[in-house]
T-cell receptor
Framework: ETGVTQTPRHLVMGMTNKKSLKCEQH?????MYWYKQSAKKPLELMFV???????ENNSVPSRFSPECPNSSHLFLHLHTLQPEDSALYLC?????????????FGPGTRLTVL | GESVGLHLPTLSVQEGDNSIINCAYS??????FIWYKQESGKGPQFIID?????DKRQGQRVTVLLNKTVKHLSLQIAATQPGDSAVYFC???????????FGTGTSLTVIP
């Protein structure tokens, strides 16, 4: 695999379920990101990790819990979600966390909360 | 937050014609801009970028123009092909870390 991969590609869950999204980057990057993409809305930055430390958390509800065990892997743990959380969740990575570092995206996980 | 918007939500062009997709941004301090392409069922794909010290940058069949005076960014696609059909986003970085602000996107449809 090359680039940024995400699993699963599709996920349907009930509001009481607990699930996790996985992201892996094969680019040797040091920063990773979670974004939420809802229909007809701009990408919303959720979390940023740089060298495995969380550097930004954009007021995301606690039902979303990120984990970055190493610079190549990023998880998003989900629990007690709401139907309005249904969206495409995108992972991205960049060489560093500088303003000039281009972010490269994975294909996303399409999440549906019933 | 930042405001990055696109003038038109949809654009249809004939195959072989040139396409121009526009983007307005609000922060005059923004230093770095990226155009992404997102095909159906896929994540955004980097197309081309430009720094604020440049007015124009060319890639393969694509050109990005930056007008800092009016805070306007455009993406030109030459000889548009069916494979160019996608949603195109602009993103700006106001040089405050690596937080980009994205537009809602323009949906480009290429008519064979």
């Amino acid at each position: 695999e090359t680039g940024v991969t995400q699993t699963p590609r599709h996920l349907v869950m009930g509001m009481t379920n607990k699930k996790s999204l996985k992201c892996e980057q094969h680019l040797g990057h040091n920063a990773m990101y979670w974004y939420k993409q809802s229909a007809k809305k701009p990408l919303e930055l959720m979390f940023v990790y740089s060298l495995e430390e969380r550097v930004e958390n954009n007021s995301v509800p606690s039902r979303f819990s990120p984990e970055c065990p190493n610079s190549s892997h990023l998880f998003l743990h989900l629990h007690t979600l709401q139907p309005e959380d249904s969206a495409l969740y995108l992972c991205a990575s960049s060489q560093g966390h500088r303003w000039s570092d281009t972010q490269y995206f994975g294909p996303g996980t399409r999440l549906t909360v019933l | 937050g930042e405001s990055v918007g696109l003038h038109l939500p949809t654009l249809s062009v004939q195959e072989g014609d040139n396409s121009i997709i526009n983007c307005a941004y609000s922060n005059s301090a923004s230093d770095y801009f990226i155009w992404y392409k997102q095909e159906s069922g896929k994540g955004p794909q980097f197309i081309i970028d430009i720094r604020s010290n440049m007015d124009k940058r060319q890639g393969q069949r694509v050109t990005v123009l930056l007008n800092k005076t009016v805070k306007h960014l455009s993406l030109q696609i030459a000889a548009t092909q069916p494979g160019d059909s996608a949603v195109y986003f602009c993103a700006e970085n106001p040089n405050t870390g690596n937080q980009f602000y994205f537009g809602t996107g323009t949906s480009l449809t290429v008519i064979p």
